[in-house]
Each structure stands twice: as structure tokens, then as C-alpha cells.
């Protein structure tokens, strides 16, 4: 597997980036870091104000009016889960030479009515034809929102003996995505009905709602959105970001039977694969079942993965009955296999 691929490693990330930030901030509240969704800043009227950025990569074969979809749920999933609304949002539109004008229209009118939906504003970006670009791309989208300044919370916020919960299960937009740019080969072992499931897994693409519904319950001290380097990734980066181990057990998840196959016949692990969409909590377990409650009224699947223990002395999963280190996420399995399906 490539070392250059998707996003860095955190480490690897850290020193590319580090002593190049601008002007130092003294209302910069959260910054860059591994696992921090959003940057938090304190505005002069004594609020906050959390933004994000994503870039969006589609997959040839994917409607482009989920596309604009989940260009919107994508950037905002990045504000909800700080427990911020989002309320503005920017976007560029890259399209390659001879993309008609009507397939640019449709994404953004699916932009549109999505962000219409999640009552987020478009404020500006960019739209234009390029031949640099091959497929229609979101080279970037920027969300942000405003609260008060003790109503927010960051993917560092964890504390000794929270639950870990989480959503919907691992590898929700890896599925989606590799079900389209590998069906032909996956349809000599999987069924028509069973790739159409995973490919439908695209509409899963969001955390906003249960992640802002979550923050309402109360007792949610940090949420993350499982984005590169999937559910064990996210687990790490949270842990790193609080300063708190954690255990967790993957054993009492059964991964979905599309998912579980799909895995096996493109040799991944689940775990490790990037999963926008499924949403991690640390939450107070006296809160955990409020949390919960709102959840099944969403008709979100959840799971409780385990919990975050000052007393360990290393980050550790349960996983096929034998316990292991969890480690520092590298290279996500997800982008070899997205790019070798482009072929």
C-alpha cells in the first residue's frame, strides 16, 4: 500500500504543517490537531464561532445530485458534531472541459436544496471548467456557525470513564463508494440486491442530525465524525486529542452482512476504512441512555464500543477475541482500492 495516499498520518501531518500557520491568534480557542473537526474561535461579541473545511471526491457513477448532497452533510457534519449549528457555507465547483452546463446546475441545485433543508445559507465560492479536472469535484466547501461561548464542544473534550457510543456501524462511506467503482468485479460474488444496498449507503453520509440531536440530550463531552482512518482512526484521534486511553471492543458490533462481504472480497478491514456518517460520542454514563433515547427516536442504529479509562497506560480493542494495541491510523485502505477501481 502506498505511504502517500489520502490524508497523512497524524505525525506525519503534524510535521508538515507544524510552524506553518500564519499569524499566531489569541481568540484561536481549538486549532489544528489530529481529530479536531473544527477550529473553534472567540468572536469580539463574546461568542464562538466553529469552521470547517472538506474537500468532496466523487465517484463516476454516483448520481450528481447526491453529490451536492452530501457536499452539504459532509462540511456540516464538521460543525454539528462541535454541537454548533451550521449556519454559512462556501463552496467551489470544479468541473473538467466539455462537462455540460446542466450537470453543473444540478449539483447546485442539489446544494442548495440540501443546505435549504439544514437551514444553512450559501454565502459564495467558485464555479468554473477546468482541464487540470477529470471528474466533477468540490475542491473545497467551508462551513461555520455561531454560539454561545459555553454551548460548544470539541472531539478533545473526553474525560475519564465516559462511554463510548456510537452510530450506524464502521466503513459507511467506504462501502458506498467501493460498490460503485468496483461493481463490476464485485458482481461475479455478490448479488445485484446486496451492491445496490451498499451503494445506497451514500444517503447515510451525515452525522448532523444525530450528533446536534445528541448535544440536546446533555452529558456529551466530545463527538467526532469517523471521517479517514474510519472508526479506529477516529478512536485514536479522540483519544489523542483529550489525553484520555480508551478500550474498546469490537467484537459485540456484527458489521452488516453487505459490509462484512464486501470487505472480504476487497481484503480491508472495516474498522480502518473511512466511514463519514457514523458518529463517535464520549458521553457521561449518566446521560448515556438519554443520548440514546434520541436516537432511536431518529431511528439511528447505535452501538455502546466501550469507554475512556485514565487508568490505562496505552489506547486498546478487543478485536476477534484477542486484545491489541490501537494504534496510530496510517495510510486509510479506502484510497488504493477507490483509485485502483478508477482504472
Known sequence: MSNLVGKPSPSRLQGLVQGALGKPCDSLLVGPGPGLDAAIIETQDGRVMAIAEDPIFPAPGLPLDLMGWFTVHIGASDIAVTGVNPQFMTYTLLLPLGSPEED???????????????????????????????????????????????????????????????????????????????????????????????????????????????????????????????????????????????????????????????????????????SEGTLLAAVDPRHVQDVQNVWDELGIEHFVLGRFDAKLKENTVLKDKIVQPLLEPNADPFWDLFFEGLK
Open 104 to 274: 453543473a446546475r444540478t449539483i447546485i441545485t442539489a446544494i442548495s436544496r440540501a443546505a435549504e433543508e439544514l437551514g444553512i445559507s450559501i454565502v459564495g465560492g467558485h464555479t468554473g471548467w477546468y482541464g487540470a479536472v477529470t471528474v466533477p469535484t468540490v475542491g473545497g466547501v467551508t462551513v461555520w456557525g455561531t454560539a454561545d461561548k459555553d454551548a460548544w464542544i470539541s472531539p478533545g473534550g473526553a474525560k475519564d470513564g465516559d462511554t463510548i457510543l456510537m452510530t450506524k456501524g464502521p466503513c459507511i462511506e467506504a462501502a458506498a463508494l467501493l460498490s460503485i467503482v468496483h461493481r463490476q468485479r464485485l458482481e461475479k460474488n455478490m448479488s445485484g440486491e446486496m451492491l445496490d444496498t451498499l451503494r445506497d449507503r451514500a444517503n447515510q453520509i451525515s452525522v448532523v442530525q444525530e450528533a446536534l440531536h445528541a448535544f440536546k440530550a446533555g452529558g456529551v463531552h466530545a463527538m467526532h465524525d469517523a471521517t479517514e482512518g474510519g472508526v479506529q482512526g477516529g478512536l485514536w484521534e479522540m483519544s489523542e486529542a483529550s489525553g484520555v486511553p480508551v478500550m474498546v471492543d469490537f467484537d459485540q458490533v456484527e458489521i452488516p452482512e453487505d459490509i462484512a462481504t464486501l470487505a472480504r472480497e476487497l481484503g480491508f478491514n472495516p474498522w480502518q476504512a473511512i
